[in-house]
T-cell receptor
Framework: DAGITQSPRHKVTETGTPVTLRCHQT?????MYWYRQDPGHGLRLIHY???????DKGEVSDGYSVSRSKTEDFLLTLESATSSQTSVYFC????????????FGSGTRLTVV | SQQGEEDPQALSIQEGENATMNCSYK?????LQWYRQNSGRGLVHLIL?????REKHSGRLRVTLDTSKKSSSLLITASRAADTASYFC??????????FGAGTTVTVRA
């Protein structure tokens, strides 16, 4: 989607390896979010950021960490990938948190084997 | 846990018919939003309705909100094949993040 890109689009990794997913925005939005999408669960929030170096946990944060050193980049790291982290990961941005519609990236399909 | 729950889980309609899906939520909200997701793509924001609003329109979309029943409905009128997608409601409890439901999958038959 315009203004937000995720990389990589697809990744296959082995159990126990660290993995970093990147979200890059050109909209200068304050808020950035990482969600995972699994069948039957909809989207579940992993972590979010409300400014540079300001982050907080979501409902499914165990096994994940994030960093935001610049306004435009929000990184999601799986510290030691497990098969339960096989999912589609979406990044979203917003200028005013939940008070405004989100713009979503195209997603990263991650498979942990 | 998820704040919103959509009903039905899946819906199949003929082209030209109306599609209605519902969302129920558990706690007080600041606003409720609806999103569409086409297969293999990211979610696209459709409409936002604030807690002090009861109805909102956008093109062929009509959204209602009943805060006393903690529920919302999304109506798509005169459906088209291009409306085939999953639809999600999301709620903002004034805590800077949205909570999404599991979605309704809509199939529009030609």
């Amino acid at each position: 989607d315009a203004g937000i890109t995720q990389s990589p689009r697809h990744k296959v990794t082995e159990t126990g390896t660290p993995v970093t997913l990147r979200c890059h925005q050109t909209e200068n939005h304050r808020y950035m979010y990482w969600y995972r999408q699994d069948p039957g669960h909809g989207l579940r929030l992993i972590h979010y950021s409300y400014g540079v170096k300001d982050t907080d946990k979501g409902e499914v944060s165990d096994g994940y960490s994030v960093s935001r050193s610049k306004t435009e980049d929000f990184l999601l790291t799986l510290e030691s990938a497990t098969s339960s982290q096989t999912s589609v990961y979406f990044c979203a941005i917003s200028p005013e948190g939940g008070n405004y519609g989100y713009t979503f990236g195209s997603g990263t399909r991650l498979t942990v084997v | 846990s998820q704040q919103g729950e959509e009903d039905p889980q899946a819906l199949s309609i003929q082209e030209g018919e109306n599609a209605t899906m519902n969302c129920s939520y558990k706690t007080s909200i600041n606003n409720l939003q609806w999103y569409r997701q086409n297969s293999g793509r990211g979610l696209v924001h459709l409409i936002l309705i604030r807690s002090n609003e009861r109805e909102k329109h956008s093109g062929r979309l009509r959204v209602t909100l009943d805060t006393s029943k903690k529920s919302s409905s999304l109506l798509i009128t005169a459906s088209r094949a291009a409306d085939t997608a999953s639809y999600f409601c999301a709620t903002d409890a004034n805590d800077y993040k949205l909570s999404f439901g599991a979605g309704t999958t809509v199939t529009v038959r030609a």
